[in-house]
């Protein structure tokens, strides 16, 4: 067995303990560890073929995993005009204006990221951006990805002049009194309606996006993701980059099943489970229950303040719990995407309900879980749910004082329950930590940090949301390693560094658990290998 890498004067981090292990090198071989020891012991194992890197005294930790991430729809998404640091409405309609003049005669424009805090509390529509975008068809995704803004004149073209019924229950497109469009589209179908009548990349065009988009995520230290989607040609395209050696990741991907997936379609996900390739594997099922709270389609036990988040996404829950009940009898874990209290409790409600009728140890999964009551915590140990949890949305689209969008919606009792965190670690739950990208940065540090400080990224004088909910450095590094390889059903190959373990590695500048959380985002990333090859070096390596 070749050695093809070996690494020198590295301090190798573990995971479990928080403490340095007692060896300073590494070989690997066929993608995993195989060797670990001094310098010395370790350099002997080399010949002229390998790969031989003096890491200078760098950190090195089990490669980074993002716990949920969208890597195909938001290499898409993240296409156009960036509108995140867009603090109000004459902001963004400044730089929509700047967009439109560099815009061809006809030409679309596209712009994401858009946060729904700009309208301060006012209805989310078009309307301050008509005059600016005249004639101008133009689609506008909000930060949540559940939501857009269509121009009038994309609407126009999309043939969308009033309101529409759809198979997802809270999708809507949103009409005035009168009945007229408002510009506002609720969750994907209606978001489809006038994403359709736009010019449509091409497929290499949409591949090279992704590849470039995994190249940025191995920069900034992510080995790995766990993929909430594969719609349309995205299983085509990982195995398109795994075949010409350009998957920069190793890929978990659980495809959605939707509402009026019958039985032949569940038996068809149950079926693709295990497909894949060398880098990147079809492993579980990603199922909607509710939307989001900051555009009113989230699940909630109690409407929010404007009388929305009422229902759950699948007409009829009842159909849901059958789903999950077929999934668990065939041994495949679903990653169910809850963030209102009801949501969460009918998802756990149906996990117990599919225990109870077989015993077998599925690790079944709740993604965001951005509010939930004292008795529904304790839940996730009993029943052995992984809470998957993404920080920054808390860091970022919140504030302390609750004067956000989503904590005005929800009130301040249930504002103050946000991203219960630590909470769910003390109740004996199994956190996984992710960005959700494109919905928030993918940087695996600033994911940790974010846990830790819970702060806004864009100024972290500000205070803190609910810092009695923060993990502590090593509980951060834990939810990005072991935790995720846990909720993978991969501990015994992957999170921690071993013999016989994956070869999937992160080299920082220094220790991320002696860093203070506000200065992590900026610890240089030196080294990412996965299954023991570099994708990404420094150039001073």
Same mark, same amino acid.
């Given at each position: 067995?070749?050695?093809?890498?070996?690494?020198?004067?590295? *301090?190798?981090?573990?995971?479990?303990?928080?403490?340095?292990?007692?060896?300073?090198?590494?070989?690997?071989?066929?993608?995993?560890?195989?060797?670990?020891?001094?310098?010395?012991?370790?350099?002997?194992?080399?010949?002229?073929? =390998?790969?031989?890197?003096?890491?200078?005294?760098?950190?090195?930790?089990?490669?980074?995993?993002?716990?949920?991430?969208?890597?195909?729809?938001?290499?898409?998404?993240?296409?156009?005009?960036?509108?995140?640091a867009?603090?109000?409405?004459? +902001?963004v309609?400044?730089?929509?204006?700047?967009?439109?003049?560099?815009?061809?005669?006809?030409?679309?424009?596209?712009?994401?990221?858009?946060?729904?805090?700009?309208?301060?509390?006012?209805?989310?529509?078009t309307?301050?951006?008509?005059?600016?975008?005249?004639?101008?068809?133009?689609?506008?995704?909000?930060?949540?990805?559940?939501?857009?803004?269509?121009?009038?004149?994309?609407?126009?073209?999309?043939g969308?002049?009033?309101?529409?019924?759809?198979? +997802?229950?809270?999708?809507?497109?949103?009409?005035?009194?009168?009945?007229?469009?408002?510009?506002?589209?609720?969750?994907?179908?209606?978001c489809?309606?006038?994403?359709?009548?736009?010019?449509?990349?091409?497929?290499?065009? *949409?591949?090279?996006?992704?590849?470039?988009?995994?190249?940025?995520m191995?920069?900034?230290?992510?080995?790995?993701? &766990?993929?909430?989607?594969?719609?349309?040609?995205? #299983?085509?395209?990982?195995?398109?980059?795994?075949?010409?050696?350009?998957?920069?990741?190793r890929?978990?991907?659980?495809?959605?099943?939707?509402?009026?997936?019958?039985?032949?379609?569940?038996?068809?996900?149950?079926?693709?489970?295990?497909?894949?390739?060398?880098?990147?594997?079809?492993?579980?099922?990603?199922?909607?229950?509710?939307?989001?709270?900051?555009?009113?389609?989230?699940?909630?036990?109690?409407?929010?303040?404007?009388?929305?988040?009422?229902?759950?996404?699948?007409?009829?829950?009842?159909?849901?719990?059958?789903?999950?009940?077929? #999934?668990?009898?065939?041994?495949?874990?679903?990653? =169910?995407?809850?963030?209102?209290?009801?949501?969460?409790?009918?998802?756990?409600?149906?996990? +117990?309900?599919?225990?109870?009728?077989?015993?077998?140890?599925?690790? &079944?999964?709740?993604? &965001?879980?951005? =509010?939930?009551?004292?008795?529904?915590?304790?839940?996730?140990?009993?029943?052995?749910?992984?809470?998957?949890?993404?920080p920054?949305h808390?860091?970022?689209?919140?504030?302390?004082? &609750?004067?956000?969008?989503?904590?005005?919606?929800?009130?301040?009792?249930?504002?103050?329950?946000?991203?219960?965190?630590?909470?769910?670690?003390?109740?004996?739950?199994?956190?996984?930590?992710?960005?959700?990208?494109?919905?928030?940065p993918?940087?695996p540090?600033?994911?940790?940090?974010?846990?830790?400080?819970?702060?806004?990224?864009?100024?972290?004088?500000?205070?803190?949301?609910?810092?009695?909910?923060?993990?502590?450095?090593?509980?951060?590094?834990?939810?990005?390693?072991?935790?995720?390889?846990?909720?993978?059903?991969?501990?015994?190959?992957?999170?921690?560094?071993?013999?016989?373990?994956?070869?999937?590695?992160?080299?920082?500048?220094?220790?991320?658990?002696?860093?203070?959380a506000?200065?992590?985002?900026?610890?240089?990333?030196?080294? =990412?290998?996965?299954?023991?090859?570099?994708?990404?070096?420094?150039?001073?390596?």
């Open positions: 067995m070749r050695t093809s890498l070996v690494l020198l004067s590295a *301090r190798l981090l573990d995971p479990v303990t928080g403490e340095l292990l007692p060896h300073t090198a590494l070989a690997a071989a066929d993608g995993r560890i195989t060797a670990l020891g001094d310098d010395a012991e370790v350099r002997a194992l080399a010949d002229t073929s =390998t790969t031989v890197l003096d890491l200078g005294g760098a950190v090195v930790t089990p490669g980074l995993v993002d716990g949920h991430i969208h890597p195909v729809s938001g290499a898409e998404l993240t296409h156009g005009l960036d509108l995140t867009c603090a109000d409405v004459e +902001q309609r400044s730089a929509l204006a700047r967009a439109v003049r560099d815009l061809a005669p006809g030409a679309w424009l596209q712009g994401w990221g858009l946060d729904p805090n700009v309208f301060a509390g006012g209805p989310i529509e309307a301050p951006f008509d005059a600016v975008l005249d004639g101008v068809p133009a689609l506008l995704l909000l930060f949540d990805a559940h939501s857009m803004l269509a121009s009038r004149r994309a609407l126009e073209l999309a969308v002049t009033g309101p529409r019924t759809f198979d +997802q229950a809270t999708a809507e497109v949103v009409c005035d009194a009168r009945g007229r469009p408002t510009g506002l589209l609720l969750e994907d179908a209606a489809a309606l006038v994403e359709r009548a736009a010019p449509q990349p091409t497929r290499e065009e *949409r591949r090279e996006r992704l590849a470039a988009a995994l190249r940025a191995a920069a900034s230290g992510l080995t790995g993701g &766990h993929v909430m989607d594969a719609n349309g040609d995205s #299983l085509a395209f990982y195995g398109e980059l795994d075949d010409t050696g350009r998957l920069s990741l890929l978990r991907v659980a495809p959605w099943c939707q509402p009026g997936t019958g039985v032949d379609g569940v038996r068809a996900l149950i079926g693709q489970q295990g497909t894949g390739g060398r880098l990147w594997e079809t492993r579980g099922v990603k199922i909607f229950m509710d939307g989001t709270i900051d555009n009113g389609t989230a699940w909630l036990e109690h409407p929010d303040c404007h009388g929305e988040s009422r229902h759950a996404f699948w007409p009829d829950p009842k159909e849901y719990t059958r789903v999950i009940g077929e #999934l668990h009898r065939a041994g495949v874990p679903s990653a =169910t995407h809850a963030i209102g209290d009801a949501a969460v409790r009918h998802v756990l409600d149906a996990v +117990q309900r599919a225990r109870a009728e077989d015993s077998r140890p599925v690790r &079944h999964r709740v993604e &965001h879980i951005e =509010t939930v009551p004292d008795d529904t915590l304790r839940r996730f140990a009993e029943l052995g749910v992984v809470a998957s949890m993404q920054t808390c860091c970022d689209f919140t504030r302390a004082d &609750h004067t956000d969008n989503w904590s005005r919606r929800l009130g301040e009792e249930r504002a103050s329950r946000a991203w219960r965190c630590r909470d769910l670690h003390d109740s004996g739950a199994v956190v996984v930590l992710g960005s959700d990208w494109p919905i928030a993918h940087p540090l600033g994911v940790m940090a974010g846990a830790r400080h819970r702060r806004p990224s864009r100024d972290l004088t500000l205070p803190p949301h609910g810092p009695q909910q923060a993990l502590t450095p090593l509980e951060a590094l834990q939810g990005m390693t072991v935790n995720a390889a846990y909720a993978a059903g991969e501990e015994h190959e992957a999170g921690r560094i071993a013999v016989g373990h994956r070869a999937d590695l992160t080299a920082l500048g220094d220790n991320p658990l002696t860093t203070a506000t200065e992590l985002p900026d610890l240089p990333v030196l080294l =990412t290998v996965v299954d023991g090859e570099p994708v990404h070096r420094d150039p001073g390596l």
